[in-house]
Each structure stands twice: as structure tokens, then as C-alpha cells.
């Protein structure tokens, strides 16, 4: 299994030999371990060439794509599931991507870092500065990150699309959010994991 603690929930909720493909996928690492564990046929979008190369290092047929271009070259229900982990929130439109994954894939699992986890209220609150953290690592003028989601946000959104939540979890590190993300997820998670279909 991997390491990041996304990747062990998204491997729960994939099928077996199912058909995948991973929006964002980086250096391959998800692919890899989902065909190692669950035979899945995978494929993978990649802008940055470095993580292109990587990720055919790791075996995986990967595509290079601007995912704010659109997805028109797959049509409908072309894939099982369609995944994108901590890359949402870097999308100049993260709700059209969505309906995208929604229309490529007969279900979609996303992940992002909750920005309204209480860690990062109080640091913005107290030093007056965009915090940096363990999942938020990035300085303000340097983030890919360009929209700044919580957990209620998402949820929102879904609920205005008619988007089905089928699952989701939280990640959180520390206590007490340990303990305290299944009350409060907006407050104390650091990841969501949601699955999701139309």
C-alpha cells in the first residue's frame, strides 16, 4: 500500500480490473499500486513533463493534458471511475472538471486539502498571513492552488449539481483532530475523500 493515506481510502472504493483514470496523476504512484493490488486498467492526464516522465517510469500510459481544457476526446461513461486527488482546487474551473469526471466516468473520487480546517483558520486569524502547513505547503505567491475549498464548499456544490455523494471520508494527523473529523469535518479534517456519482 502507499504511503498517503488518500491513496489507502481510494484503493477501498476501486474495483477490481475496473477501468480508471487519473486526472492529475503525477508521477503514476495511485495507478501503479491500483493495478498491483486490483488489476485495473489505468490511464493517466499529465501536464508537467517531469511527472510524465516519472510516471511512465512507473509503467503507467500516461497523457499529456491540460485538464482546463476540457476532456472532449473521451465520451460518455468511456471509464468505471474517474480520480483526481489533491488537484481540484488548482483548476481555473474546478466545477466544469468535475462535470466532466462526472460525464467520462460512471463515478468519480476526488480529494483536496480542506483550507477550512481550524489549524489554518487560526494561523490566518493570529498572524494576518495565507498559512502554510503540512498539506498547505506553498507560500501565497507561489500556490497552484487557486481555489480555496472546505469541506462545506464541496458539499454545497455537489447539492447544486445534483451530484450524489456515495462515500466520504476525512483525513486529519493530529490530535485532536484525530478524533474530532467525523463530528467536524469542515473544522478538523485536512484531506476529504468524497466518491461520487451523477
Given amino acids: 500500500m502507499s504511503t498517503r493515506s488518500d491513496f489507502d481510502i481510494i484503493q477501498r472504493w476501486i474495483m477490481a480490473e475496473s477501468r480508471i483514470l487519473d486526472l492529475a496523476c503525477g508521477d503514476g504512484t495511485l495507478l501503479k499500486n491500483l493495478k498491483k493490488h486490483h488489476g485495473v486498467e489505468g490511464y493517466g492526464l499529465e501536464i508537467d513533463p517531469d511527472k510524465i516522465t516519472a510516471a511512465i517510469a512507473n509503467g503507467i500510459n500516461v497523457i499529456e493534458t491540460n485538464l482546463d481544457k476540457g476532456l472532449s476526446q473521451f465520451s460518455d461513461n468511456s471509464f468505471d471511475t474517474v480520480v483526481m486527488t489533491q488537484a ?3 483548476m481555473r474551473y474546478p466545477h466544469l472538471v468535475l462535470d466532466e ?3 467520462i466516468g460512471k463515478k468519480c473520487i476526488v480529494t483536496f486539502p480542506n483550507f477550512g480546517n481550524w489549524r489554518a483558520r487560526t494561523s490566518l486569524f493570529i498572524r494576518g498571513r495565507m498559512p502554510v502547513t503540512k498539506q498547505l505547503t506553498y507560500q501565497w505567491y507561489d500556490t497552484p492552488n487557486i481555489h480555496f475549498c472546505t469541506v462545506n464548499d464541496f458539499e454545497a456544490l455537489c447539492a447544486e449539481k445534483n451530484i450524489q455523494l456515495i462515500h466520504r471520508e476525512f483525513v486529519a494527523e493530529r490530535i485532536p483532530d484525530k478524533q474530532l473529523k467525523g463530528i467536524w469535518p ?5 484531506t476529504a475523500i468524497y466518491l ?3
Fill in 186 to 190: 469542515n473544522l478538523f479534517s485536512d
Fill in 88 to 90: 481540484l482546487q488548482a
Fill in 101 to 103: 469526471m462526472l460525464r
Fill in 196 to 198: 461520487l456519482s451523477k
